[in-house]
């Protein structure tokens, strides 16, 4: 996935429809204790398909988005997931 932003309030309608036109569909996720919420889109299959869409992201006004994963439940950054693409 890549997250594109990290808000302490839902992110405005207009914003979203933006974001879906060129990324897809948003998810988000609640982390309770640093009262955020993370937006993330795209559910890529590898990392080069989620660089793609990392740049599709920064071109959409996001420079400061970046790649995310999922393993077993937990989130791991852009270096761990190349390593996981490499086993």
Request: charged share 30%; net charge positive.
């Amino acid at each position: 996935k890549v997250q594109i932003i990290a808000l302490k309030v839902q992110m405005k309608s207009s914003e979203v429809a933006k974001v879906t036109k060129a990324l897809g569909e948003i998810t988000q996720e609640k982390v309770e204790d640093r009262g955020l919420i993370r937006f993330y889109t795209g559910e890529s299959k590898s990392y080069a398909e989620a660089k793609r869409k990392l740049a599709i992201a920064a071109e959409s006004g996001y420079q400061g988005a970046f790649i995310v994963g999922f393993k077993d439940g937990v989130r791991y950054g852009p270096e761990k997931l190349k390593m996981f693409e490499n086993q």
